[in-house]
C-alpha cells in the first residue's frame, strides 16, 4: 500500500524534476497503453476472459471523439461520453454472443478477434467518414479547466503527461472499486470456477458482460487520449498487433494485477526508443521477451515481485 | 411440501441414468437418497439443482417448475447443492471462499444499493457479512484455517468449506452429495452437529450418501436408488430391510428369499 502511494507520488512529481522531452513522451505513451493494458486486465486477468476486442472500441473512440468534436463541434469531454457509450454497446452486443454461447479462453478470443477484425474493416472502407487507409489529422484539442487559470488547451508534454497520468490513475480506481467490492468477487469466482460460481447464485453471464462493458468503455477513453496526442487516427489502431501489443503487456508486467499491466506497457513502450530497432527487429525482440516471461515468470513482473516479498514476509 | 420430483429421467445416449423418479421432500424435514455407485443419485440431485436438463419430468418448488431454471436462478430461489467432489476456488483464501459465497445474502439484503458499495457506501453491510463468514467457518470446524489457501486444505477440509459456502446461500433445501464419504469418524461427527444445527435453523436437508449409516443416523426418510429407479421410500430402518435394497447393495445371493 505504502509503496503504491510512493510510487504514485513519484509520477506525479516526475514532471518537476525531469525535464526531457523524450522521457516524458515515453511516458505518456506508458500510461495511454497502461490504460489498456489495466482495462484488458480487469477482463483477462481478473475475470478469465481473453478478449481480443480492446483495439475496436480503441480505435472506434478515437475515430468518435474527433469526428464528434470536429463535425459536431462538441467539446473533447462530451465528445468520449457517446464514445464510451458506443464501446459500452458494442461490447454489450459482442459480449451477450460470446456469452450466450459459453465461449471460453481461445474460442473467446477468437471470436473476438473476428468481431473486431470486422470494424476494423468497416472503418477502413467507410472512406467517406473514416477516409480509409490514409486516416484523420487531428486538429484541436483537449480543453481542461483548472482553479485559478481558468479554459486551457492541452498542449506540450507536461500538459499531456498530466492529462495521461490523471487518466491513468481514474482508470485503476474504477478498476480498483469493482475489484475490492462484491463485483470483484464475482469476477474472481468466475475466473477460478465457473459452475462453483453458478451453484452460489452467481449469474455468470451478467457478471461477465459487466467485467466486459466496464472493460471496454474505460478503453474507449484511451482511443480518445490517444488520438489527440498523436494528432493522427488511421485503421491500424483496430489492428490485431495492437491487440497482441497489450497482451504482451499484461503478461510481462502481471496479469491479475492492476499495476502489472502498466510495467509492462512501461518496458514495452520504452525498449523500441531506448533500443534503436527497426519494425521487424521489434517484433523480434516483443516476441523474445514474452517467450522468456511465459517461461521463467509465467506471473509476470508484479507477479513475481509480489511473490517474492510475500515469501520474505513469511 | 417444498419440493416435487415427478417422472424424472436422464439418458446420456444409451444409458438411463434415472428413470421416472418422483418424490416429494416436505418442509422442515431430513430425507436421505441411498444407493449403490452409480445408481443415478448424483445425477437425480444435479437435476434438481438446475445443473443437468432432464431429458424428461417435472422438479416443483412451491408448485413452480423450476427443470428449465439456470443454477444461479435456482439458487436464488432457496435450493443450493453441495459436491461430492469438493468444489472450491483453489487459488482464494477460505475466507474469501466464503465471502464469495454471501453473495446471494448481500443481493437480498440490499438489492441494487450494493451498487453504492463502488464509490465506497454500505461498508457496513460487508462487516456484517465477514462476521457471518467467520461464525459459519467455526461452525465448520474451519476458524483456524482462515488465511489460508483453499488449495491446501485436505479433503475433509474442502468438503467441510463446501459446506460452509453452501450455508452462507441461506438455503431452504440444502441438496448434500455425499457429505461423509472421506471424511473421518471426528469429521463426521462434526458434520452431522453441523447439519443438526442447519436443521434446527430451519433448513430442510436432502442427503445422499451410499454409507448407510451415517444416514440412519440423521434422515426420518429414505429412498433407494438401483439402476436409476427408485425402489424402496420410507423409514431407514424399513427401506434397509427391504429385500430389493438388499439385493441391489449386497446381490442376489444376500437378499432372503
Wanted: one cysteine or more.
Amino acid at each position: 500500500m505504502i509503496l503504491r502511494l510512493v510510487l504514485w507520488s513519484a509520477l506525479y512529481a516526475l514532471p518537476i524534476f525531469v525535464r526531457s522531452d523524450f522521457l516524458l513522451t515515453i511516458l505518456i505513451f506508458t500510461f495511454i497503453y497502461g490504460m489498456l493494458g489495466v482495462t484488458l486486465d480487469l477482463i483477462f486477468g481478473f475475470t478469465g476472459q481473453l478478449s481480443m476486442f480492446h483495439p475496436a472500441v480503441f480505435g472506434v473512440s478515437a475515430y468518435m471523439t474527433y469526428l464528434l468534436a470536429s463535425k459536431a463541434g462538441l467539446p473533447f469531454w462530451l465528445a468520449t461520453i457517446p464514445s464510451a457509450l458506443t464501446a459500452v454497446v458494442l461490447a454489450m452486443i459482442v459480449g451477450s454472443i460470446c456469452f450466450k454461447f459459453r465461449l471460453k479462453t481461445f474460442y473467446f478470443a477468437v471470436v473476438t478477434l473476428a468481431f473486431a477484425e470486422v470494424i476494423r474493416l468497416v472503418v477502413l472502407n467507410w472512406n467517406s467518414v473514416t477516409n480509409g487507409t490514409l486516416g484523420l489529422v487531428v486538429t484541436g484539442r483537449p480543453t481542461v479547466w483548472l482553479p485559478g487559470m481558468g479554459v486551457v488547451a492541452i498542449k506540450g508534454p507536461v500538459a499531456w503527461y498530466y492529462l495521461t497520468l490523471v487518466s491513468l490513475t481514474l482508470t485503476v480506481i474504477v478498476c480498483a472499486r469493482c475489484l475490492s467490492s462484491w463485483m470483484g468477487r464475482c469476477f474472481g469466482a468466475i475466473r477460478l470456477n465457473e459452475d462453483l460460481a453458478r451453484t452460489l447464485g452467481i449469474d455468470v453471464f451478467r457478471y461477465k458482460l459487466a467485467s466486459f462493458a466496464v472493460g471496454n468503455a474505460l478503453a474507449s477513453f484511451a482511443g480518445g487520449l490517444y488520438g489527440y496526442y498523436t494528432a493522427y487516427i488511421d485503421p491500424g489502431y483496430l489492428s490485431i498487433n495492437q491487440s497482441m501489443d497489450v497482451l504482451a503487456m499484461v503478461l510481462l508486467g502481471g496479469q491479475g494485477t492492476l499495476i502489472g499491466p502498466i510495467v509492462g506497457s512501461l518496458v514495452l513502450t520504452s525498449l523500441p526508443h531506448v533500443i534503436d530497432l527497426r519494425a521487424e527487429a521489434r517484433a523480434i525482440l516483443y516476441g523474445a521477451i514474452l517467450i522468456f516471461t511465459i517461461l521463467v515468470m509465467p506471473r509476470g513482473i508484479v507477479g513475481t515481485f509480489n511473490a517474492w516479498r510475500a515469501r520474505r514476509a513469511a | 411440501m417444498l419440493l416435487e420430483v415427478r417422472g424424472l429421467t436422464k439418458r446420456f445416449m444409451g444409458l438411463t441414468a434415472v428413470s421416472d423418479v418422483s418424490f416429494t421432500v416436505e418442509p422442515g424435514e431430513i430425507m436421505g437418497i441411498i444407493g449403490p455407485n452409480g445408481s443415478g443419485k448424483t445425477t437425480l440431485l444435479s437435476m434438481m439443482a438446475g445443473l443437468l436438463a432432464p431429458t424428461a419430468g417435472a422438479v416443483r418448488w412451491q408448485g413452480e417448475e423450476i427443470q428449465h431454471l439456470r443454477p444461479d436462478v435456482i439458487a436464488a430461489r432457496g435450493i443450493v447443492k453441495t459436491f461430492q467432489n469438493p468444489q472450491v476456488f483453489a487459488e482464494l483464501t477460505v475466507f474469501d471462499n466464503a465471502m464469495v459465497a454471501t453473495h446471494l445474502a448481500l443481493k437480498r439484503s440490499r438489492g441494487a444499493r450494493r451498487l453504492g458499495e463502488l464509490v465506497g457506501l454500505g461498508r457496513a453491510a460487508e462487516r456484517t457479512l465477514a462476521g457471518q463468514v467467520a461464525e459459519a467457518l467455526a461452525l465448520c470446524n474451519l476458524g483456524g484455517a482462515t488465511r489460508q489457501l483453499a488449495g491446501n486444505l485436505s479433503y475433509g477440509e474442502e468438503k467441510m468449506l463446501g459446506l460452509a459456502m453452501a450455508l452462507m446461500c441461506r438455503p431452504r433445501l440444502l441438496l448434500l452429495d455425499e457429505p461423509a464419504s472421506g471424511l473421518g469418524r471426528e469429521e463426521i461427527d462434526n458434520l452431522v452437529a453441523v447439519l443438526t444445527k442447519v436443521h434446527a435453523a430451519g433448513a430442510t436437508l436432502c442427503i445422499v450418501d451410499h454409507k448407510v449409516g451415517f444416514l440412519r443416523g440423521i434422515a426420518r426418510r429414505v429412498i433407494a436408488l438401483d439402476h436409476g429407479e427408485k425402489i424402496a421410500e420410507g423409514p431407514p430402518e424399513a427401506v434397509l430391510e427391504n429385500p430389493a435394497v438388499i439385493e441391489a447393495y449386497l446381490g442376489r445371493a444376500h437378499a432372503p428369499a
